[in-house]
């Protein structure tokens, strides 16, 4: 992923953590994903802006808000793929950990990005279980085109995959995974990598 797209990708992950946390949350009641989305965002900025609040208590509560936004079991299976079923249960909780604090380690200090960028919502799709919202997101001279993945679970809508100008964050890490799978010493290794890497 280029740099122009994972910095994006980056405010958007940072932006998107606060939706369903109490502490922040300013619409409970969003009927649809689109105005899940949108209330989330402009109030996640607001926050951002709150100069009353320390910049550890900003990541810390994004930190706690995670976890009922996105559906990171889910996009731990995506990313994998067909790897997955490969990995016995107690590796597959393990990369589904791995992988969550990966993410937090390469895209949460940066959710500052997301206070002045300017968004507009064009539309969405929505089905039984899944559903697509589409946005733009105007920043420092750009414009990017921002589509969000769903799934319903657990009893509300949580994110499984960002695109930014068409390139996905899930397939991006699908990639780099393959590869070390493929070429690295298979997925022991890339376990391995992973541990490393966040120490």
Same mark, same amino acid.
């Given at each position: 992923?280029?740099?122009?797209?994972?910095?994006?990708?980056?405010?958007?992950?940072?932006?998107?953590?606060?939706? %369903?946390?109490?502490?922040?949350?300013?619409?409970?009641?969003?009927?649809?994903?689109?105005?899940?989305?949108?209330?989330? /965002?402009?109030?996640? %900025?607001?926050?951002?802006?709150?100069?009353?609040?320390?910049?550890?208590?900003?990541?810390?509560?994004?930190?706690?808000?995670?976890?009922? !936004? *996105?559906?990171?079991?889910?996009?731990?299976?995506?990313?994998?793929?067909?790897? @997955?079923?490969?990995?016995?249960?107690?590796?597959?909780?393990?990369?589904?950990?791995?992988?969550?604090?990966?993410?937090?380690?390469?895209?949460?200090?940066? /959710?500052?990005?997301? $206070?002045?960028?300017?968004?507009?919502? !064009?539309? %969405?799709?929505?089905?039984?279980?899944?559903?697509?919202? =589409?946005?733009?997101?105007?920043?420092?001279?750009?414009?990017?085109?921002?589509?969000?993945?769903?799934? *319903?679970?657990?009893?509300? @809508?949580?994110?499984?995959?960002?695109?930014?100008?068409?390139?996905?964050?899930?397939?991006?890490?699908?990639? $780099?995974?393959?590869?070390?799978?493929?070429?690295?010493?298979? /997925?022991?290794?890339?376990?391995?990598?992973? =541990?490393?890497?966040?120490?």
């Amino acid at each position: 992923m280029g740099k122009r797209a994972s910095c994006l990708v980056a405010f958007l992950f940072g932006a998107i953590v606060f939706l %369903q946390n109490p502490l922040f949350l300013r619409n409970a009641s969003a009927a649809t994903p689109s105005e899940e989305i949108k209330a989330t /965002i402009e109030y996640a %900025q607001s926050v951002l802006n709150d100069s009353t609040l320390s910049e550890a208590v900003k990541k810390e509560r994004v930190k706690k808000a995670a976890y009922e !936004s *996105f559906d990171f079991a889910e996009m731990s299976k995506r990313v994998l793929a067909r790897h @997955w079923t490969e990995l016995t249960p107690a590796e597959q909780r393990e990369f589904v950990t791995l992988f969550t604090e990966l993410l937090e380690r390469v895209y949460f200090n940066r /959710i500052k990005l997301i $206070q002045d960028a300017k968004f507009s919502y !064009s539309n %969405q799709e929505v089905g039984k279980d899944l559903a697509v919202v =589409r946005s733009k997101a105007a920043t420092k001279g750009e414009t990017f085109m921002i589509e969000y993945r769903l799934r *319903f679970a657990e009893g509300k @809508w949580k994110i499984y995959d960002v695109n930014v100008e068409n390139i996905s964050l899930v397939s991006n890490y699908r990639t $780099q995974f393959n590869h070390i799978i493929a070429t690295k010493g298979g /997925i022991g290794e890339m376990l391995k990598r992973m =541990r490393e890497k966040i120490q």
